[in-house]
């Protein structure tokens, strides 16, 4: 057996130095809260100079800045594009139409999503620069969940733990020093107003949001903050003596008046509860909580009630938590290679999963930078869920998968009106939404299609991994409705004999004129791949749909030209003035089976990639499909080589986040992470067909691989 503690801990993270590239998280996947070296978000101003903002984010909390006139904009205020497609004239949100650029920004721009709060150390009621903190040692107890920070300021040591609960959006927080008794040292809690820049906050409007006490008990305090028609709860709750004072709009100082501070912070949609805002009958620090001695307030412990919340029930869920999702999902090991590059694919992995797990297992499909910063508004981009989620099921944590796939059922009513809009029936997923799943307006969002099959491969995997037959019955409208869009979407082509996918449309490489673009490689390959999958579905309920095996067997051919694989039909100039953003030809053998392709034309494909494209044009997944489309060829290798290939794209910092270097917008990028593990899983356990252990890694003796419960990808 794999020794699990010891895998996972050889990768925690740490700093000895204030590294502004790797922040570090803790969070639930519905919340998360990201600190400097210090703990807290202490070095704020610092860090947004590095273009890595320090946010406190969840999956609920949005907001609307109201336009003009306190207008709050809606899609029938938009005046649409029209495009001339096969059979009818279709309307888009794309262009930015005179006289009606307000409504298209405002759509564009809201909702957003908000930094909740700014937590931080000041020293003397000042801000605290990198150039005061000294003697840092700060580390992520990866197997736990926990972050514990150790620094100097000003000749004064602060210890600090910092973890979240992982079943309420709750923070506990426990410092150490004598700073803090001398009144040096206080925590500040401050509060922006919304804003859908990185960094969530608009630090320049006092007056267009409120801050209110609400409740204040001995010890306790509830704040109110309303913005616009957007507001939310925070509770603080002391556990050691302490005092909070409003010092500024929108801003409490906490002093502690002793050597130590101790309190969780709860942050609700609604009013916080007595639990939520609360806090063991007393405290018990014990040596299992991964502190390096037992933890003493030097007085006599606080009664509290059996229900309450305090820090160390928070430390005891995030323990809890993490030891199950560590031990009762697949590992993979690579101890014992002697491949140099063994070690980061491995550290890669072990962050990849705990980063995944609280940014990008919640409710709601994550955006791109999880919940650590704005990126597109806050808003997420559907045809990025897949990276970010589908490895869950081959890593038997298809539980983690479920939570997010509610939300297509919540927002079907609107994919239909999507679809409706232009004729079509069933449901029209869209790309880049909020919580409110409205298309948001964009020169590329609306007009791309191939997230569509994404929620169908997704349902395969979960339904595949877990058997179980309810799976069936709850999602077969989601289903139903999506093959029925897919199938009214593709055209007959009477010359051809066959299925188009006509213009306007966007493909997976977003480089193209939507009015001449028809026909994308990967689109073709995946329009009759999820076809199938629906017929797979409709077979299992014993219903008939004849028609969506009719169109998944006559899609239209895969357009080559001189044994190579286009980016869409007629693209001759592929690998000359199109050789830039994502190689998405190779996804269709790849990530896909392939069923159609030819395995010759992808490898002929794949060498000219190699030898023509912008590398460094690339994102972070497409190093991972590319890996798989190698192991489909028989080259585990080339496989490892892609993988780790040394491009600005395709760095994981100390933290495990996917750095996109040439980025100013996405310091990190989790579709990265995700696609990694689903490469990873491939390589390891491998895929519907094929017979060899571990395809993706050479049989040479350089790798050692060992893995528990991962589960092969059935296609």
């Not at 709850?474 to 199938?487: L, R």
């Not at 030809?585 to 494909?605: D, F, I, K, S, W």
């Not at 890694?697 to 990808?713: A, H, I, N, T, Y």
Request: charged letters at 25%; proline letters at 5%; hydrophobic letters at 35%.
């Amino acid at each position: 057996m794999i020794n699990r503690y010891e895998l996972v801990n050889r990768h925690n993270p740490i700093m000895k130095d204030v590294n502004p590239e790797s922040p570090l998280s803790v969070g639930n996947g519905e919340f998360a809260f990201t600190v400097d070296v210090t703990g807290l978000q202490t070095l704020y101003k610092e860090q947004i100079e590095h273009e890595v903002p320090l946010c406190t984010m969840s999956q609920w909390g949005w907001h609307k800045t109201p336009a003009k006139a306190n207008k709050y904009y809606t899609m029938d205020d938009l005046v649409m594009t029209e495009y001339e497609s096969v059979d009818r004239t279709v309307t888009y949100a794309v262009d930015k139409i005179q006289g009606n650029e307000e409504v298209y920004h405002w759509l564009r721009e809201n909702p957003h999503r908000l930094n909740l709060a700014r937590i931080s150390f000041f020293w003397e009621d000042k801000e605290i620069t990198s150039d005061q903190i000294k003697d840092i040692r700060q580390e992520l107890n990866l197997y736990e969940g926990i972050i514990n920070s150790k620094f100097w300021v000003e000749g004064y040591s602060v210890k600090v733990t910092t973890v979240c609960h992982q079943e309420e959006d709750i923070l506990g927080i426990y410092i150490e020093s004598e700073a803090l008794l001398l009144n040096k040292l206080t925590v500040k809690f401050l509060f922006p107003y919304g804003s859908p820049d990185i960094t969530a906050s608009d630090w320049e409007k006092p007056n267009s949001h409120h801050t209110i006490v609400k409740k204040q008990d001995e010890n306790s305090w509830q704040l109110e903050r309303t913005l616009d028609q957007d507001s939310y709860h925070m509770a603080i709750k002391a556990e050691t003596k302490a005092e909070l004072h409003n010092t500024n709009m929108h801003e409490f100082t906490l002093r502690a008046l002793e050597g130590f501070l101790c309190f969780t912070c709860s942050f609700t949609k609604e009013q916080s509860s007595t639990k939520e805002q609360s806090s063991t009958k007393e405290h018990t620090f014990t040596k299992e909580h991964s502190f390096t001695k037992e933890l003493s307030f030097h007085k006599e412990p606080k009664e509290y009630k059996e229900d309450e919340l305090t820090f160390s029930k928070v430390v005891k869920s995030s323990i809890t938590s993490y030891r199950d999702f560590w031990e009762n999902g697949a590992i993979v090991d690579f101890s014992g290679s002697t491949d140099q590059r063994a070690n980061e694919l491995e550290r890669r992995v072990i962050l990849s999963l705990y980063l995944l797990k609280i940014q990008s297992c919640g409710s709601i499909p994550p955006q791109e930078t999880g919940l650590t910063c704005n990126s597109w508004y806050g808003k997420f981009h559907l045809e990025m869920h897949l990276w970010h989620s589908a490895f869950l099921p081959l890593w038997n944590r298809s539980r983690y998968l479920e939570k997010s796939l509610s939300w297509y059922q919540e927002h079907l009513p609107e994919a239909r009106e999507n679809a409706k809009r232009n004729g079509y029936a069933g449901a029209r997923w869209p790309k880049m939404v909020a919580c409110d799943a409205i298309d948001s307006p964009s020169p590329i969002a609306t007009l791309l299609i191939w997230q569509q099959p994404h929620i169908l491969f997704m349902l395969e995997l979960l339904y595949r991994d877990t058997k179980r037959e309810d799976i069936l019955r709850e999602y077969w409208n989601i289903v139903k409705e999506t093959a029925d869009f897919m199938c009214d979407f593709a055209k007959w082509n009477e010359k051809k004999k066959c299925y188009d996918l006509p213009a306007p449309l966007i493909p997976a490489q977003e480089r193209f004129n939507p009015r001449t673009t028809s026909n994308p490689t990967f689109e073709l390959e995946y329009w009759s791949f999820g076809l199938k999958i629906a017929a797979s579905w409709a077979k299992r309920l014993g219903k008939e749909k004849k028609e969506w095996e009719f169109v998944a067997s006559h899609m239209a051919l895969l357009p080559v030209d001189d044994g190579r694989y286009l980016s869409h039909e007629g693209c001759v100039d592929t690998f000359t003035h199109f050789n830039e953003d994502h190689p998405s030809m190779l996804l269709a053998y790849g990530l896909l089976p392939g069923e159609r392709a030819n395995a010759q034309y992808v490898r002929n494909t794949y060498d000219k990639i190699m030898e023509c494209w912008e590398f460094d044009t690339m994102w972070g997944w497409d190093f991972a499909f590319m890996a798989m489309t190698k192991v489909r060829l028989g080259d585990p290798s080339g496989a490892i080589d892609i993988l780790l290939m040394d491009t600005s794209k395709n760095s994981y910092v100390a933290s495990g986040n996917n750095y996109q270097r040439l980025r100013h917008d996405l310091p990190l990028y989790l579709p990265g992470n995700g696609s990694l593990l689903l490469a990873v899983a491939m390589m390891v356990a491998g895929y519907q067909g094929c017979e060899e252990e571990t395809p993706g890694f050479p049989k040479d003796g350089s790798w050692c691989v060992r893995q528990e419960r991962m589960l092969p990808f059935p296609y």
